[in-house]
Each structure stands twice: as C-alpha cells, then as structure tokens.
C-alpha cells in the first residue's frame, strides 16, 4: 500500500520533490511519518502562517532524490501581511530546520532516513480526482519504493482515459432518462414495488475491460429491501450497456466512474 501520510476530507496539495533537476508533485506528506519530528516542526512555523482547506498544516516541504536518495532541502510556509494586505512565502531559517533534523544530518543536507514505504510522484495533466486527501491521478506517476531514505525500486506509468458512460454524468444527460435506458428493468416480476416511488443501489464493485466492456460488478439495492434477484437483474443490465468510461490508472484497468456511487432510480412518477 501506498503510504497514508495524513488523512484529510478534502483534497490536499502535495510537496514538491526535484528527481534529475525536474520538478514533481509529491502526492504525501512524508515529514508526518515521524509525528515526533512532525510536531516539532509544527511548534517552528510562524503562528500567523496562512492554513488553507488544501494545506491545513500550512507548510510544504521541498526534497529531492540524489544518487538514489531520499533528501529534505527546505520547508515553506505562507503568512499574511496585513501591513501589504497580501500572503507572502518565506522559507523557515536553515538553522531552525537543521536544529529540528539534527539526527538525520548529512553533512549540508538533511537525509530523510526516517521514510520507508512507497511514495507517489506525479506531472501532467490530473486525470482523476476525488475531493479528499491524495485521491487523485495525473498522466505521469512514478511509485518510488523507499528503504530508510534510499530509492529501492521504482515503476513509472503513464495514465489515460477512454471515455464512455460513467455515473458522474448521469446529470449531463438527464439522470433518470439515462438510467431507464441503461437499466429497463422488469418492474413487474416483483410486485413488493408496486406502490414503492424509487429504489436506491450501490455498486459495490466493478471491473472493466479496455474496450469499457464492464466484466463483472456486485450490485447492492440499498432501500428498499427487495428481492435479492433485483440486484441480479441490475448487474446484469450494467454489463450489457457498453461502454463505460475506462481509466487506466498505474498499470490497471479501473470502474472509478461506477463504484461506489448510490444511484436513485424512479419506478413510479407517482
């Protein structure tokens, strides 16, 4: 698993890490693997540096990776101005930071040996994005497979979307209109609906093919409780529509337009 640096509700903006004199996003926080070290740091920061719903920490580091190594060059934080009514930048003093990683220094740098696990690099255009934390995915991501601060392993992806039918559009399409189309189900063969106005359903789980064929999925009626063939009969109707919105995200073909969301489904208008 990647590391779960911090969790947050909202999405978040990454670190920034520099590999061959290109600057990536770091999607993690990895100073927060240590929290005695985190904490540390936090009580350094300026107490009037600027928090936003995309940095509740108010800071963002700078690393690089050398010779296979992992390296903290700076921290930075923003802090509002009111005499220039502006947020300004400024980087935490050297000594300060130095003072805070004094175990992990290497001569002029600080070796980030406190890190193992694997982290995520990413450039390019997001292609996928869900509003919490890290859930995001961009064209070009690398998983960089970290022992005490060295580069052990490494695989590079190259992530794209083939479009097609995804629950997220139900709206551009008139949702109901849509979903009758996809699923014209036989209300009649359960006649515990007959005065019920809408069922709610949840895919649970879906897997696609390339070709947005969907191969499989576990269908969920949540409300009301119904006739466990009703989820049948749904799931099979999913996989006879084609085609569904395919991302092929870090060497998987992936449903993340169809999992998870609860659909509303009108049965009656009255």
Known sequence: MLLALTAYATGQDGDVIYINGERLELLGRPICLDSTLYHTLKDELPSNRHNVTSNWDGFTAYWSII????YLDSVRCEAYDPKAKAVTGESIPSMTLYRIFNKYSAGNRIAASWVSGKIRVAKGKVIYYQHTGYER?????TI???DQGKVIGKKEYHNFVNDGF???????YGAQEMLHKILPLHIERYPELAHVKRLI????RAC???KGNLVECDV?????DANPQLATEIAEALKTYHPWKVYFINGEYRALGIENWTIPYILHDK
């Open 67 to 70: 010779n296979d190594k992992l």
């Open 137 to 141: 995915n961009y064209e070009e991501e």
């Open 144 to 146: 960089l497979d970290i």
């Open 166 to 172: 995804a629950f997220d559009k139900l709206e551009q």
């Open 201 to 204: 359903f949840r895919v649970k």
């Open 208 to 210: 696609v093919d390339k």
């Open 220 to 224: 969920q009626v949540v409300k009301p």
